[in-house]
């Protein structure tokens, strides 16, 4: 398949990183002082990578991927990322108002694709994410999975190095999810595109990923991280991801009860 998403880069200088997050600390002002949310973190994503954010809701993994994501910037520390990152978030935040195929067409008019172009390139992503015949389709006419897989291909539209998912599964059915991780773990294999997916779901994290970061929480720092050598396609039930969640969650626990706040 013609994909502009495994581009070459002809002429670019070679990167060896997707992203690389160094020593980032992030602080919020409270009316008790500042709140230390994020503490040096040092993580870096290789090209192709996929690398799951995993840990307790309120750790600060959305507020790590909004700083990779150039929506904030770090208190401390530095980040850099192969060109601009797209971002996907557990809400499809999609214009109602288009259908399907003209929210994919107003990411590639941002890119700068000539309008002759776009349609076809919609219709293209659209097939990519396995929703071939829905580009006249309104938001309201789709299901729940249907609309983040719009979401996706408009994030894919920006034909990104880095895609940045914030939980973008975590309001599905666990059948609709099921297929959605399938179709991701496709969909990251075909474009080469590298992968930082945030998520308080073990399992989740571990049939996707080919590297498992474990954030604490109050303040986020890296606690731990697993390599997942188990080959992909994988599923959710298999009992290597079974096996691999289970030492994780304890791990995690072990992280909650720590802090007590749970
Ligand atoms: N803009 C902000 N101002 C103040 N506090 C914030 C802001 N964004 C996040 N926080 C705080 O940072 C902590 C981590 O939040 P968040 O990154 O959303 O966690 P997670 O995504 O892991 O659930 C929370 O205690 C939250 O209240
Ligand atoms: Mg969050």
Sequence with gaps: ????LAKAAAGAPAVDH??????VSK???TPNGQQLVLDDITLDVAPGEFVTLLGASGCGKSTLLNLVAGLDAPSAGSIETDGRPALMFQEHALFPWLTAGRNV?????????SKQDRRPEAE???????????YGKRVHELSGGMRQRVALARALAQDS???LMDEPFAALDAITRDVLHEELTRIWRETEVSVLFVTHNVREAVRLAERVVLLSSR???VAREWRVDIPQPRRIEDAAVAELSVEITEELRGEIRRHGQH
């Design 219 to 221: 303040p986020g720092r």
């Design 161 to 163: 190095r880095l895609l």
């Design 27 to 29: 602080s919020f002002p």
């Design 105 to 113: 067409e107003l990411a590639l008019r941002l890119r700068g694709v």
């Design 18 to 23: 997707a992203a690389r997050i160094a020593h």
């Design 1 to 4: 398949m013609a994909s502009t």
């Design 124 to 134: 293209r992503l659209l097939e990519l994410v396995r929703l071939e015949g829905a």
